[in-house]
């Protein structure tokens, strides 16, 4: 099992519709990611987050420690949101050494005009 | 204030060649972390390095791969030897400093490597 869990593996919504990820994981962490990975490649950090909630333009993340799951969703959904969104954790492993960002496989999001 | 930069964006090499990935961290930047997608996989920590110090290699292969980041210069991820199967895109980030759990890493372009 890995230590981080996204669902859906595949998401297509039609514009307007409001778009919830979900992240679950399973080790102690400090922080949380929500990145953006475009068609093209390239990576953007969206957002960090270690409790609460944060909320930037039609995007919002959600975590909550207890139950170690985190949320991103999205407002009035739109074609450019069209891309692959990866929750990462940053965890120090059982093997010890530094703490690293551990990634799940990401949600692929398509929206359709 | 340029982001983090990496070169080449797309590398073909044959089998038994080495491959060299090049990482320029923001200005201010001390911290470089380097990260492999292979296709279809989510991506995973390789190594962690500050200016002249390699902090943490425990997701670098055991053989071939190595990795520096000098007192000058860009981050060098090098690959000796490539086999099909370190084809993958190789990024990048940068963070400013350890000390508060805080800091975001900030994300290269990536280096498609491509082993025919």
């Known amino acids: 099992k890995n230590e981080v869990e996204q669902s859906p593996q595949n998401l297509t919504a039609q514009e307007g519709e409001f778009i919830t990820i979900n992240c679950s994981y399973s080790?102690?962490?400090?922080?949380l990611h929500w990145l953006q990975q475009h068609p093209g490649g390239g990576i953007v950090s969206l957002f960090m987050?270690?409790?609460g909630k944060k909320k930037h333009g039609r995007l919002i993340a959600t975590i909550n420690i207890q139950e170690k799951h985190s949320s991103l969703h999205i407002t009035a959904s739109h074609p450019r949101d069209s891309a692959v969104y990866i929750c990462?954790?940053?965890?120090?492993?059982?093997?010890?050494?530094?703490?690293?960002?551990?990634f799940g496989k990401g949600t692929k999001l398509t929206v359709n005009p | 204030n340029a982001g983090v930069m990496q070169n080449p964006r797309h590398l073909v090499r044959r089998r038994g060649q080495e491959a060299r990935l090049r990482c320029s961290p923001m200005?201010?930047?001390?911290?470089v972390y380097w990260y492999r997608q292979l296709p279809e996989e989510g991506l995973k920590f390789m190594v962690y390095l500050q200016k002249e110090n390699i902090i943490d290699e425990s997701g670098m292969p055991k053989e071939r791969f190595s990795a520096e980041f000098p007192k000058e210069g860009p981050s060098i991820l090098r690959i000796q030897q490539v086999v099909r199967g370190d084809s993958a895109a190789y990024f990048c980030?940068?963070?400013?400093?350890?000390?508060?759990?805080?800091?975001?890493?900030?994300f290269g372009p990536g280096t498609r490597l491509l082993v025919l």
């Open positions: 200005k201010g930047h001390s911290h």
């Open positions: 080790v102690g962490i400090s922080a």
């Open positions: 990462a954790v940053r965890s120090r492993s059982s093997q010890g050494g530094s703490e690293k960002l551990v």
């Open positions: 987050l270690s409790s």
């Open positions: 980030a940068s963070s400013p400093q350890m000390g508060s759990r805080r800091e975001t890493q900030y």
